[in-house]
């Protein structure tokens, strides 16, 4: 079979003509499959949508409960036929019930990543190699001066910063699913173990993470109704458009803070007004993706959303079969 006849790109996204089912596809479809929960990945107005036990609780908790049709739930590592293709769910290590989806018919596989990343985290599964024909890999980060260094660094930077300054609050901007858990969890495997404050959108979610096992320690709402307007020496944790509004106003002095891949970009942090940047991404670095292509050893590699040109051109180098897919739609939500 051709690997085109298994999937292909259209404009609503990852199409499989054999199987007639998309993966995360960009506007309603009959059918989807979802890789995990970040809203450029997983919309709403599905009739169908088949994902991880995890990202249909999140869809719902973003969505409401009435997100799809129909909706099943993908065991990990279960086969699954749909329209005689064989479908199956691995882990990507990107955010909690993120997934790969590999699709198999007449000894044809392609594994389609989504967002995935390599390094440990303690609030997600790690992402699980899987031998495929074709891999389908994000590009957000590919580029070779994108290189993260240790993300317990990072953590040690802000809590350094937090005993340095005990009279400013530290904002740490943080995308809502997967970035603030992870942040927060790992300023307590730091021994952090003072009350964290969170902006009101994060609620649900650190909720459902603890729901899951994940262990956040004591969060409290980021507000001063309760009568308590002294965040000095405390960290909060918000999405990162909240810092941009009056929010962000009542803390005395802060530490402007954010979370992300990009801040390896100076530029970029002193542009966002970004005092403290902490380079902590939920996506593979240039090195951890190329290293994953060469751990795979697929023959064929299509580069979707991201620096698409360079992945492809390392791949050339490297004699690779490699394409870009030119996928649009999907941004950095979980960066």
Request: include cysteine.
């Amino acid at each position: 079979m051709r690997p085109e006849a298994l999937l292909c790109s259209t404009p609503a996204g990852l199409y499989s003509p054999a199987g007639d089912f998309y993966i995360d596809p960009v506007r309603p479809v009959d059918r989807a499959l979802i890789t995990h929960g970040h809203s450029d990945h997983a919309r709403s107005g599905h009739a169908k949508v088949m994902a991880t036990r995890q990202t249909l609780d999140i869809m719902a908790l973003r969505y409401g409960a009435g997100f799809a049709g129909q909706t099943q739930a993908a065991e990990l590592g279960q086969t699954t036929e749909i329209n005689g293709v064989s479908v199956s769910f691995h882990p990507a290590g990107h955010v909690l019930g993120s997934a790969q989806i590999a699709v198999e018919k007449e000894g044809m596989r392609i594994v389609a990543s989504g967002d995935y990343k390599r390094r440990p985290d303690p609030t997600c599964l790690g992402f699980e190699p899987v031998a495929c024909d074709v891999f389908i890999t994000e590009a957000t980060f590919a580029l070779p001066v994108f290189r993260h260094p240790d993300s317990r660094d990072e953590i040690a930077k802000l809590l350094k910063s937090v005993e340095q300054f005990p009279e400013r609050s530290h904002l740490v901007g943080a995308y809502a699913l997967g970035k603030a858990q992870r942040v927060i969890r790992m300023l307590r495997d730091a021994g952090y173990d003072q009350t964290i404050y969170i902006h009101g959108a994060l609620a649900k979610l650190c909720d459902y993470y603890q729901s899951q096992g994940i262990h956040l320690g004591k969060l409290a709402p980021a507000t001063v109704e309760n009568g308590s307007s002294d965040f000095r020496g405390a960290i909060i944790v918000g999405p990162p458009s909240a810092f941009l509004d009056r929010w962000a106003r009542r803390f005395p002095d802060p530490v402007s803070c954010f979370a992300s891949g990009w801040m390896r970009i100076r530029q970029r942090a002193r542009q966002q007004g970004v005092e403290l940047p902490i380079i902590l991404s939920d996506h593979c670095d240039w090195d951890e993706l190329t290293q994953t292509i060469g751990d795979l050893g697929p023959k064929q590699v299509w580069v979707t959303h991201g620096r698409e040109e360079a992945l492809v051109r390392w791949c050339d180098l490297n004699h690779i079969a490699a394409r870009p897919l030119h996928l649009v739609g999907y941004e950095d939500e979980g960066d």
